[in-house]
């Protein structure tokens, strides 16, 4: 069996082999794509390698899957990874041992074959993307114990920061998949009700306190069937890979609607992916062991254990402003996270959400709620970075943001690096506010 998370291995696409690369020949993340300049022509299913992609439905076209479990069956001229993820883990990792062997340096099926390269090998900057993959089904967890603290003392300043219930199971709602959009698409600023604390009656206008939320998105490969539950040693038959998710969020019209029933309209006018889905098999050599827990948490329910992988990945959001982009001023960064910091892990919301016998469906995504940590720099978004505006960010136009204004964008980025392996991104989740209508 191929080792395709080697760090000796180096790609013929030189760009690949560069240190500060997001996709070297150990990621190889999936999305789907077409040229920009051919907006006709259909979507398909690639990979990233360095500043190129390799057309996945091309190179099957040209016969380099034969003897692959997808030999009979092109699942990459679909516009949507679905049908790869429904053939299970033993497909998934058959199929990327043999696309890292095409794009292998020591390799001369792809190598030594301009004529096919030019056919199938398409520059990333030529390409636009989609979403990576039909979501059925949105869920949304709160998974951080520091974003669920500090969210906590905010608005329940005299009692106990976390409701009884949040350290026994992963606290998560159904969100709505429809809305959910890829990296680069614009996103208005929402029309809501709202209330001020000192008037009789609500109005109804644009959100003025707009925010977004620092998360990862599992994506659901392999589901299960309707009243079967998933067992939590299982989750890597079941979990695909992850996305950079930012999950939107109207701060004034969550405060007047979240209770009795939690986020509706304040959740649901859009969250904005990442477009390429990195692997759990690139992700394995950035495993990071269970979450730590305090001596005093209560144990997990059987169900809930092993609670299975954390991962070493490193986040970050950037905002630029419409001021600062005019004056060609770089984005800024607001904020440096890591994935470690969770208190949840994706196995144990993924065991906790089927446990009731709900069906899991490929293509379905689990949001992990925002990702804060114990550091100021470390809040996953701007209602705990501004503390509820009491401590803005200053930005270097001498601009500053309590929350988001129209002009806006941020940018989300992620990615992990160990001593011995190459660094492994998940390139950019961005979107720029537009003005309400």
Not at 37 to 48: Q, S
Not at 170 to 176: A, E, K, L, N
Not at 253 to 269: D, H
Not at 324 to 343: C, F, H, N, Q, T
Request: aromatic letters at 8%; a negative charge.
């Amino acid at each position: 069996m191929r080792n395709t998370n080697d760090s000796k291995l180096s790609s013929w696409v030189s760009a690949a082999n560069d240190p500060s690369c997001d996709f070297p020949i150990q990621n190889l993340p999936y999305g789907v794509f077409r040229r920009g300049d051919m907006p006709g022509e259909p979507w398909r299913v690639g990979v990233a390698i360095g500043d190129q992609v390799l057309d996945l439905a091309g190179a099957h076209m040209s016969g380099l899957f034969k003897s692959t479990p997808i030999e009979e069956h092109n699942v990459f001229a679909i516009a949507g990874l679905n049908s790869l993820m429904m053939q299970g883990r033993p497909v998934w990792t058959a199929v990327r041992e043999r696309i890292s062997e095409l794009l292998d340096a020591s390799k001369p099926i792809l190598r030594d074959n301009a004529s096919l390269r030019k056919k199938i090998m398409i520059p990333l900057d030529e390409i636009e993307n989609m979403m990576p993959m039909a979501v059925l089904d949105y869920t949304d967890f709160y998974a951080s114990a520091h974003h669920a603290t500090n969210v906590g003392k905010m608005f329940r300043p005299d009692g106990d920061p976390l409701l009884p219930n949040y350290k026994h199971l992963p606290v998560g709602y159904h969100g709505r998949a429809s809305s959910l959009c890829v990296s680069g698409v614009p996103v208005r600023r929402p029309m809501g009700q709202t209330k001020a604390d000192d008037a009789d009656m609500p109005t109804f206008g644009p959100c003025r306190l707009l925010d977004y939320e620092l998360e990862m998105g599992y994506v659901v490969g392999s589901g299960n069937e309707l009243g079967t539950r998933v067992s939590i040693d299982k989750w890597r038959d079941h979990l695909f890979g992850m996305v950079i998710l930012n999950d939107w969020s109207a701060r004034d019209i969550q405060k007047w609607e979240y209770q009795p029933l939690g986020p509706f309209n304040a959740k649901n006018f859009c969250s904005t992916i990442s477009p390429w889905v990195v692997t759990l098999d690139a992700l394995t050599p950035f495993a990071a062991g269970p979450p730590a827990r305090s001596p005093e948490d209560p144990k997990n329910l059987d169900y809930l254990n092993p609670p299975g992988e954390s991962f070493d990945v490193t986040l970050e959001v950037l905002i630029q402003s419409k001021q600062m982009e005019e004056k060609d001023m770089a984005p800024v960064r607001v904020s440096i996270g890591s994935l470690k910091d969770m208190y949840w892990t994706c196995a144990q919301m993924l065991a906790h959400h089927t446990s009731t016998g709900c069906n899991m469906r490929p293509g379905d995504l689990l949001g992990s709620g925002t990702v804060s940590g114990p550091a100021e720099e470390s809040r996953g978004c701007l209602l705990e970075r501004t503390w509820r505006g009491a401590n803005p960010i200053q930005l270097p136009t001498g601009e500053e943001r309590k929350f988001l204004a129209d002009g806006d964008t941020v940018i989300m980025r992620g990615w992990c690096e160990r001593d011995g392996f190459r660094k492994i991104g998940f390139g950019e989740c961005s979107g720029e506010i537009l003005a309400a209508e």
